[in-house]
């Protein structure tokens, strides 16, 4: 099972608003509503931010979106902040030998 | 508030094993899927395995022949038994409760070195 194809780094000025992709194939993102975006920062415990494609868990801010069409999931980031700059990765349950794969990660930075 | 902590070595010598406890607080590990994550320096994360509360397991083809996961309810704890160690096995793992088709609490990691 490959891992889901993500840009390496996105970035964006404070108040904008970026798009992360989420590339897989119809075994697993384009297979299943259960994909889930996660936020990385260095030293701190991986923080979930999206999951089943568009829902937010409670006390995730109203700025973090996702979406999906076809095999491609997104998550969009708006009025971006100085707290937002982190590496954020995707995964989705996909129907091959490994339930559960993660995106190659991209790194978000705030300009 | 969920709240996982991994412990154990942070160092391991080559072909020896790596041993790892999620101690799990703020939430019964009688219910739900349990597993392990790892992210190697300067790459991506990586599925390890899952265990139920019942005490199934999943595992990742790729590391099937030399992992165990474990579970122990009288502690709230869950373990990663990963045999056979090489320098490519180091990363920072961690622990994390499966629900559904996503990983909802996740541990802060440790980092674990595979050297001599």
């Known amino acids: 099972q490959s891992a889901l194809t993500q840009p390496a780094s996105v970035s964006g000025s404070p108040g904008q608003s970026i798009t992360i992709s989420c590339t897989g194939s119809s075994s697993d993102v384009g297979a299943y509503n259960y994909v889930s975006w996660y936020q990385l920062h260095p030293g701190k415990a991986p923080k979930l931010m999206i999951y089943d494609v568009t829902n937010r868990p409670s006390g995730v801010s109203n700025r973090f979106s996702g979406s999906k069409s076809g095999n491609t999931a997104a998550l969009t980031i708006s009025g971006l902040q100085a707290e937002d700059e982190a590496d954020y990765y995707c995964s989705s349950y996909t129907s091959t030998n490994t339930p559960y794969v993660f995106g190659t990660g991209t790194e978000v930075t705030v300009l | 508030q969920v709240q996982l902590q991994e412990s154990g070595p942070g160092l391991v010598k080559p072909s020896e094993t790596l041993s790892l406890t999620c101690t799990v607080s703020?939430?019964?590990?009688?219910?739900?899927?349990w597993g392990w994550v790892r992210q190697p320096p300067g790459k991506g994360l990586e599925w390890i395995g899952y265990i139920y509360y019942s005490g199934s397991t999943n595992y990742n083809p790729s590391l099937k022949s030399r992992v165990s996961i474990s579970i122990d309810t009288s502690k709230n704890q869950f373990s990663l038994d990963l045999r056979s160690v090489t320098a490519a096995d180091t990363a920072l793992y961690y622990c994390?409760?499966?629900?559904?088709?996503?990983?909802?609490?996740w541990g802060q990691g440790i980092l674990v070195t595979v050297s001599s």
């Open positions: 703020g939430s019964s590990i009688s219910s739900d899927y």
């Open positions: 994390a409760r499966t629900a559904g088709g996503t990983f909802d609490y």
